[in-house]
């Protein structure tokens, strides 16, 4: 294991003071050190989608009820005209949440302790998953949030003493949130279930798999996916700032979207888009 590895760092930090952390075996877990990012299928038209073996939009071919069809329909048909649609991370700058998140829009990093495993993902503003895999229960109270609630459980499916999959369930939700570009949609009313395994084979120690499963109102049945990612070949990586209000140029006004020109200005995003309603401003007469 690389000397740098954030398990070694973290449990080195707390070894002075932590009599779990002085039974902490880093070695059977896998290396997650680094940058890691998603890997994109060629051949597969569009933004990053929820299933990543084909096109986003209804080339997704979701098990979605005929209510949550004509969600996404009226998400396509609102971004066919310049609109954001169910799309909140764009003008609203609100996190995709889960299970969305997980695409990898932008580079994550994995952090493993014993008893939780955090991952860090920059996009719209800075997420942080905390998996507990401690053996807690699920809580009687739980404060609703983008990301949920997960648990975890590393297991050594192998039998050679390494953990090589850490299974995850995550609860408790709050919205709106949708799993990708295109507005896919998960139901208003915020049950759903995400169970995720992540697969680590240690003969292939810079790919990490993810098979989600989505549990969900707005879906006929359970829809599952695999999503992979890959490790960046850069022992120091770039961690770039993503500012959503700070870089996002997309004004949302009442329920029309506008772009803020480089001149400072209001710019229509659609043909024939009405202008903001100046109702509370003063009017100069001609």
Same mark, same amino acid.
């Given at each position: 294991?690389?000397?740098?590895?954030?398990?070694?760092?973290?449990?080195?930090?707390?070894?002075?003071?932590?009599?779990?952390?002085?039974?902490?075996?880093?070695?059977?877990?896998?290396?997650?050190?680094?940058?890691?990012?998603?890997?994109?299928?060629?051949?597969?038209?569009?933004?990053?989608?929820?299933?990543?073996?084909?096109?986003? *939009?209804? #080339?997704?071919?979701?098990? /979605?009820?005929? !209510?949550?069809?004509?969600?996404?329909?009226?998400?396509?048909? %609102?971004? &066919?005209?310049?609109?954001?649609?169910?799309?909140?991370?764009?003008?609203?700058?609100?996190?995709?949440?889960?299970?969305?998140?997980?695409?990898?829009?932008?580079?994550?990093?994995?952090?493993?302790?014993?008893?939780?495993?955090?991952?860090?993902?920059?996009?719209?503003?800075?997420?942080?998953?905390?998996?507990?895999?401690?053996?807690?229960?699920?809580?009687?109270?739980?404060?609703?949030?983008?990301?949920?609630?997960?648990?975890?459980?590393?297991?050594?499916?192998? *039998?050679? #003493?390494?953990?090589?999959? /850490?299974?995850? !369930?995550?609860?408790?939700?709050?919205?709106?949130?949708?799993? %990708?570009? &295109?507005?896919?949609?998960?139901?208003?009313?915020?049950?759903?279930?995400?169970?995720?395994?992540?697969?680590?084979?240690?003969?292939?120690?810079?790919?990490?798999?993810?098979?989600?499963?989505?549990?969900?109102?707005?879906?006929?049945?359970?829809?599952?996916?695999?999503?992979?990612?890959?490790?960046?070949?850069?022992?120091?990586?770039?961690?770039?700032?993503?500012?959503?209000?700070?870089?996002?140029?997309?004004?949302?006004?009442?329920?029309?979207?506008?772009?803020? *020109?480089?001149?400072?200005?209001?710019?229509?995003?659609?043909?024939?888009?009405?202008?903001?309603?100046?109702?509370?401003?003063?009017?100069?007469?001609?």
């Amino acid at each position: 294991m690389r000397c740098c590895n954030a398990l070694a760092v973290i449990g080195l930090t707390l070894l002075a003071t932590s009599s779990v952390a002085l039974a902490f075996d880093d070695a059977k877990y896998p290396d997650l050190w680094g940058q890691w990012v998603g890997v994109r299928i060629p051949g597969v038209g569009g933004q990053p989608a929820f299933d990543p073996t084909k096109p986003w *939009g209804r #080339g997704q071919q979701a098990p /979605l009820t005929a !209510e949550y069809q004509a969600v996404l329909e009226a998400s396509l048909a %609102d971004q &066919a005209k310049g609109g954001q649609g169910n799309w909140k991370p764009g003008a609203d700058c609100l996190p995709p949440g889960m299970p969305g998140m997980m695409t990898l829009f932008q580079p994550a990093e994995f952090i493993v302790l014993p008893e939780i495993t955090y991952i860090r993902i920059d996009h719209v503003h800075d997420s942080h998953r905390r998996i507990y895999t401690d053996g807690r229960d699920w809580p009687k109270d739980v404060e609703p949030s983008f990301l949920g609630y997960s648990i975890g459980k590393w297991i050594d499916e192998t *039998g050679d #003493g390494r953990f090589n999959v /850490l299974e995850v !369930e995550t609860r408790h939700f709050k919205g709106p949130r949708s799993l %990708d570009p &295109a507005g896919m949609p998960v139901h208003s009313d915020n049950q759903s279930i995400v169970k995720e395994r992540f697969v680590f084979d240690w003969n292939k120690p810079d790919t990490l798999r993810n098979d989600i499963t989505l549990i969900d109102h707005a879906y006929t049945r359970p829809w599952s996916v695999s999503k992979t990612y890959r490790r960046v070949p850069n022992e120091h990586p770039e961690w770039l700032e993503y500012n959503c209000a700070g870089d996002n140029e997309l004004i949302r006004i009442g329920e029309e979207t506008y772009y803020r *020109g480089g001149d400072g200005l209001l710019m229509p995003t659609r043909k024939d888009q009405p202008p903001p309603d100046l109702r509370y401003f003063k009017q100069t007469r001609k």
